[in-house]
């Protein structure tokens, strides 16, 4: 940042990239409250938004044709922004511009003359913005397959490889997060999500079966969309959480209460294993991750049951394995419902349903894929209309013609308008929006899909 006004910090999800940048803002903050004299220490104003899930007149402005009038830009407004503070009563702190999203030729072109020694910002309707010294653009990109030289050529570059992190600190900051908060004995102390002597088994478990499952999984197994490891052990964690924590069993008061509590954290922490490292295989790799998972999950969950770990659930009330096909309910035939509202329940509706409702239940998002006419709409939709009264769902479809405009709207006219800046489902109600068909917006010149990035 010495050197370049204009930084992009490169690596796929899960690298670290918004981390690096937010601990390094946080840092030099902290250094200038200490009163260091080193004019880069700073307090950073840091401003984020994703470039692909707007329109380039949003982006840096445009002209209404019909009025003649101008509309400010997000970008224009930012860097007016920094040039006011500098005036104002912040001219000691630092700006930062962070565009969160792919990098295509479409709209950096536009920001060549702010990236270079110009370091001006050209606007459609003539004006021209000098960029302040305290003003920094930087990008966190995915990879650079679509930028153009004369864009990469004025940044500096930060690449950051997945190998440099893994996936361990991942699994250590989940621990800090579920153990306890305070000194014993403080009234303020907040208790653990999971309880001593389990997190510390539980943390050495998962180590153990990641560090063999996840090379074995990627040197066998093909997957439906391809993930980063990061990824799927995040996945892990978050099951094991809504399991264990305070929303599900919460070993914390119910450690007595539990016949073999220390049983129990095995039987989820096997069920999270195959739900999360083994969710995202196709259909045909699942035997050959059976065949390798059993014998590394037995290790560690010795009550494991034979054949395949997808057809074995968990029973709720007694926490330990039973066959999904044991957990089927009666049908009542109701003969005055239409035959496309009809769902006879099977043990694949049961298990997908019970994922579903943990992970929702906990405040989770998720993406359902399949290939078409699997039944991921029927079981999502059943599943919706079955929930508690506290949950109100929207249906968005998504199609070929679906831009961001269509989603904007879709949420807006979905919620109540709280505040101005603020809206939100009924009062207290929980809002579910089940976004259908996710894959279908046409893909733009280069390869990306603005609602997906609104989404994101």
């Not at 209404?64 to 009563?89: F, I």
């Not at 450690?255 to 294993?273: E, I």
């Not at 259909?283 to 009550?303: G, L, M, N, Q």
Request: overall charge negative.
């Amino acid at each position: 940042m010495m050197v370049r006004h204009g930084i992009m910090l490169v690596g796929v999800t899960g690298t670290g990239k918004t981390t690096c940048g937010t601990i390094l803002s946080r840092a030099l903050g902290e250094l200038a409250e200490a009163g260091s004299e080193d004019p880069w220490h700073k307090s950073v104003h840091l401003d984020t938004l994703n470039p692909k899930s707007v329109t380039m007149g949003e982006l840096f402005g445009e002209t209404n044709l019909l009025t003649n009038e101008w509309t400010e830009g997000l970008v224009s407004k930012l860097v007016k922004d920094a040039v006011q503070a500098l005036e104002g009563d912040k001219p000691t702190q630092k700006r930062w511009i962070n565009f969160d999203g792919p990098v295509d030729a479409l709209w950096i072109e536009n920001m060549n003359t702010v990236l270079d020694d110009n370091k001006t910002l050209c606007l459609a309707n003539g004006q021209r913005i000098k960029m302040p010294e305290t003003c920094t653009m930087m990008f966190e990109v995915q990879d650079l397959k679509v930028a153009s030289p004369a864009t990469v050529s004025r940044c500096g570059m930060v690449y950051l490889e997945p190998v440099h992190l893994g996936w361990i600190p991942l699994i250590e900051s989940w621990r800090e997060r579920m153990e306890a908060q305070g000194t014993p004995g403080e009234s303020d102390r907040v208790e653990a999500e999971i309880p001593e002597p389990f997190l510390t088994q539980l943390v050495e478990d998962v180590k153990a079966i990641c560090t063999e499952l996840l090379p074995a999984l990627r040197k066998q197994c093909k997957e439906m969309i391809p993930s980063v490891d990061a990824n799927l052990v995040a996945s892990l964690l978050k099951f094991l959480q809504t399991f264990l924590g305070s929303d599900g069993i919460d070993l914390n008061r119910n450690k007595d209460k539990l016949p073999n509590a220390k049983k129990a954290v095995l039987t989820y922490l096997a069920f999270s294993v195959v739900w999360s490292l083994g969710a995202n295989l196709h259909d045909s790799a699942r035997s050959t991750f059976a065949v390798i998972a059993r014998p590394i999950i037995r290790k560690r969950c010795p009550d494991l049951p034979d054949g395949d770990p997808f057809e074995f659930g968990i029973d709720a009330e007694l926490h330990k394995t039973q066959p999904w096909s044991e957990q089927i309910p009666g049908f009542n035939y109701n003969p005055e419902a239409s035959f496309f509202e009809i769902l006879v329940p099977t043990s694949d509706t049961v298990k997908y349903k019970f994922v579903l409702n943990t992970l929702v239940g906990a405040g989770h998002n998720v993406l359902i894929t399949g290939e078409t006419g699997v039944g991921k709409s029927v079981v999502t939709k059943d599943f919706l209309t079955t929930a508690p009264d506290n949950i109100v769902s929207a249906c968005v479809n998504f199609s070929g013609k679906t831009t961001t405009k269509n989603l904007q709207d879709a949420f807006e006219g979905n919620l109540e308008a709280k505040r101005k800046t603020l809206l939100g489902p009924p009062g207290g109600k929980t809002m579910i929006f089940f976004i259908d068909d996710v894959n279908m917006p046409q893909l733009d010149r280069y390869f990306s899909q603005p609602p997906c990035e609104l989404l994101r």
